[in-house]
């Protein structure tokens, strides 16, 4: 499962929020490695979009794009 970066940023940029918002439940270099397209558990992508009052769906990359 990836993270797309673009979806990563219109959420935060929509909440008025930065990466460093997101640092309590996931590390600095967990976010970084995230946005250059590593694939991520689960886990870190539900609290990431938890995190940013979002569904999980709408911050992966889907299959195509």
Not at 28 to 43: E, M, S
Request: charged share 30%; hydrophobic share 40%.
């Amino acid at each position: 499962m990836k993270l797309d970066a673009n979806k990563l940023d219109l959420a935060l940029a929509q909440r008025c929020m930065n990466l460093s918002d997101l640092r309590s439940g996931t590390s600095p270099q967990t976010l970084l490695r995230l946005r250059k397209g590593v694939d991520a558990k689960p886990a870190t992508i539900g609290r990431i979009a938890r995190a940013l009052g979002v569904d999980p769906a709408e911050i992966i990359k889907q299959e195509g794009e």
